[in-house]
């Protein structure tokens, strides 16, 4: 039995934007695949969890995949290696037997970033030109990437981090003529400046305000993975047109849970999930036609398997 490994520069190589974000919106105009989640976590009384998740997704006779991905939040710190790693590993759909493991972080830059441009490309102003990046971390590069092949029109990035030096490198990195990319320290002023907020944390108590952000403005918001964070707070989640990438993802992912739980919002808050927005919406190629420009859109990025099982897909069909 042949087993390929398929590394993160092939990858990156073959899944560029414009195809990939493509791939995404015609796989979600099928119908969607059985997809599961096991977490396990490692408790600390004195920081953030360690966690173990398995992601599978399944089209019968078609796709199987699984993501097996780890959060070790102090990595970075403890042992200079990355808080999060993964592999994805995809199967034959007729026998079951393993094709290919797939460098799971590459796969996940991908994936999320895609995910989250197009979720954008439907709910973000079509004249958006400002965009605010909460969060420097790997993934934010690919995600800027990402939104500015959706939102070709973007003239600047302002990038907020924790961590004012991480945000001012990753702006030096990747300012150019044709979109100013700078690091702020102010990310409150940023949120009622910007056509388009991102936020890509670890975060444990909301970052985004919602009162701070401006009319018209799509909030995109892929942190929060487990119960336990969050990054949107109360006023946003009750000001804004809410969608999220899968429908059976919102009681689990820490930006919904508390609020369903609580009353604060309930599950027909929820106006749809990528597949109501890719099937649904007005328009094929999706440009701005479900913005809101008096109000606010929400997209939560919940990393449901079936996105990875799609970027596998994609990836496969080039890789052959």
């Given at each position: ?11 990156h190589n ?45 089209i ?7 993501k097996l ?7 970075s ?11 994805y ?29 197009l ?10 030109k ?27 990035v302002?990038?907020?981090?924790r961590s ?15 979109c ?58 009750t ?6 990438d ?27 999930d990528l ?40 990836l496969?069909?080039?890789?052959a």
């Amino acid at each position: 039995m042949k087993l390929d490994f398929i590394d993160a520069a092939a990858i990156h190589n073959l899944l560029d934007w414009p195809y990939l974000i493509e791939s995404m919106r015609q796989a979600h105009r099928e119908a969607p695949p059985m997809i599961g989640r096991l977490a396990l976590e490692s408790p600390h009384p004195d920081r953030q969890s360690d966690v173990l998740i398995a992601a599978p997704a399944w089209i019968p006779g078609q796709d199987l995949g699984c993501k097996l991905i780890t959060s070790f939040p102090e990595n970075s710190v403890r042992h200079g290696v990355p808080t999060v790693n993964s592999i994805y590993a995809v199967f034959d759909p007729q026998t079951g037997q393993p094709r290919a493991i797939l460098d799971g972080e590459a796969m996940i830059f991908r994936k999320t970033a895609a995910t989250s441009a197009l979720a954008a490309n439907y709910l973000a102003s079509p004249n958006a030109k400002y965009m605010m990046m909460v969060g420097a971390g790997a993934l934010a590069p690919f995600v800027i990437q990402a939104m500015r092949t959706v939102r070709p029109g973007l003239e600047e990035v302002r990038i907020w981090n924790r961590s004012p030096e991480k945000a001012q490198r990753l702006a030096q990195r990747m300012d150019s003529p044709q979109c100013k990319i700078t690091a702020v320290q102010d990310r409150e002023t940023g949120f009622g400046w910007a056509d388009i907020v991102v936020a890509a944390t670890m975060s444990e108590t909301p970052i985004i305000s919602g009162a701070a952000v401006r009319n018209g403005a799509h909030v995109n918001l892929i942190g929060a993975f487990t119960a336990a964070m969050r990054e949107g707070d109360d006023a946003l989640l009750t000001r804004a047109d809410l969608y999220i990438d899968h429908r059976a993802r919102a009681a689990q992912n820490g930006e919904f849970k508390t609020a369903l739980e609580s009353g604060l919002i309930s599950q027909d808050d929820l106006l749809g999930d990528l597949f109501d927005i890719v099937k649904l919406a007005p328009s094929t190629a999706g440009y701005g036609c479900l913005a809101n420009l008096d109000g606010v859109t929400l997209f939560k990025n919940a990393g449901a398997s079936h996105l990875d099982l799609f970027t596998a897909r994609a990836l496969m069909a080039r890789y052959a």
